[in-house]
């Protein structure tokens, strides 16, 4: 059955490299209980070894997790985006297809540039900004000045802003809970016309080009005929699926939705 698109949130993690994004990633995973304990392992949608081995994130791994609150069941898109200065365009790619971001900032090393930079992209495109301090169990944090810094820098209220470490775990539900309550979803109506956004994709040895999209309007099933816009090119749809965060097929996806597809 398919999710409500009332019930849907489709959001980023932005921040400074090295600021801890990944890891709070990680956590959201496992909170939901998308992976276990035992399938976990540190940067865990970083599929490239260089990612992991520079700390980075440079290609973008959409998720899709799911978390009850207040005995409503939520889909949450967590659309990943790179984490380097070099890579504003693929981020501004990523926040296309959301509604909101957390923008993640180090509880000890403050606002930086890449900070202001990604929150701007936030702001041009009309995003709600969840702030969150991250690393917040550190002996050594500037919680105070960096609240500062961050009413200032982005006039961001820091009474709103979250206290959260992807490394310890702390305030995860929290942050999942600002997500549904402060990200208002875009209205999409499943009946209309399809309209989708073709936001970036990637090559698969065995099924060819898997296009991402994030669906504005109408619906996509297996078998039906769509058009690119761009160049005026038919496909037929011989597969559909979602991130978890591996590649699970799904009968189809509707307004709201984030997923993959794959053509012929």
């Known amino acids: ?30 909170k939901t209980g998308t992976i276990t304990a035992r399938e976990f392992q540190n940067q865990l949608l970083d599929s490239m070894d260089l990612e992991r081995e520079r700390g980075i994130t440079i ?25 380097h200065v070099d890579f504003s365009y693929e981020v501004s790619r990523s926040l296309a297809a959301c509604e909101g971001v957390i ?24 995003l709600k900004i969840v702030p969150a301090l991250n690393k917040v169990d550190l002996q050594m944090t500037r919680i105070d000045a960096i609240l500062s810094e961050m009413e200032t820098a982005l006039g961001l209220d820091p009474f709103e ?27 999409g109506n499943p009946e209309d016309p399809l309209r989708a956004l073709v ?35 038919e496909y037929e749809v011989l597969d559909i699926g979602q991130f978890r965060p591996g590649m699970v097929a799904c009968v189809g996806l509707a307004a709201g939705q984030v997923r993959y597809l794959v053509g012929q």
């Open 199 to 233: 936001y970036n994709s990637h090559f698969d040895t065995y099924r060819g080009v898997v296009v991402y999209v994030r669906v504005k309007e109408g619906r996509i099933a297996k078998g039906m005929k769509i058009r690119l816009m761009s160049k005026g090119t």
């Open 59 to 83: 290609r973008m791994h959409p998720v899709t997790i799911y978390y009850e609150h207040k005995g409503v069941k939520y889909e949450l898109n967590l659309i990943d985006t790179p984490g």
């Open 161 to 187: 802003v979250l206290r959260v470490s992807g490394k310890a775990g702390i305030g995860i539900d929290e942050a999942l809970q600002a997500i549904i309550e402060r990200v208002r979803p875009r209205t």
């Open 103 to 126: 923008l993640l900032v180090d509880a000890f090393q403050g606002v930086q540039a890449q900070t202001v930079a990604n929150a701007y992209l936030a702001m041009e495109s009309d």
């Open 1 to 30: 059955m398919s999710t409500p698109t009332s019930n849907i949130r489709n959001f980023s993690i932005i921040a400074h490299i090295d600021h801890g994004k990944s890891t709070l990633a990680d956590q959201f995973l496992l």
